[in-house]
């Protein structure tokens, strides 16, 4: 599986900001994909996941202001970013895989970037 993050961009505290990660040479189909973030200086930090079966899951820091979601037709995972933070500034990676190894596969992320 490769995996393409795209979406990010600068943005004002307070507004939103729509990522995708596709998926090319197999789809999503049975794995869960998860957005984690890389703030400078900062180790990488879980941010959402979505498993095969539509659950969800959040980071506290970003509950009720951001949306994980997936398109199976286009192969592609979603997170929508609203009410931005300047601390929500960060490279965004999103990963996939099967259950017990779902963060086997990574793609390059996206650079999201909130200005106060």
């Known amino acids: 599986v490769q995996l393409q993050a795209s979406g990010g961009g600068l943005v004002q505290a307070g507004g939103s900001l729509r990522l995708s ?3 090319s040479r197999r789809p999503f ?8 973030r890389q703030a400078p200086g900062k180790e990488r930090e879980f941010v959402a996941s979505i498993r095969y079966n539509d659950n969800t899951n959040y980071a506290d820091s970003v509950k009720g202001r951001f949306t994980i979601s997936r398109d199976n037709a286009k ?3 979603y997170l929508q970013m609203d009410t931005l933070k300047p601390e929500d500034t960060a490279v965004y ?3 996939a895989g ?3 190894l779902e963060t ?3 793609g ?5 970037t909130v200005s106060s």
């Open 21 to 23: 990660c596709a998926a």
């Open 29 to 36: 189909n049975g794995y869960t994909v998860s957005w984690f």
């Open 75 to 77: 192969d592609t995972v």
């Open 93 to 95: 990676y999103c990963t």
């Open 98 to 100: 099967p259950r017990g």
């Open 104 to 106: 086997k596969y990574q």
């Open 108 to 112: 390059r992320g996206t650079l999201v």
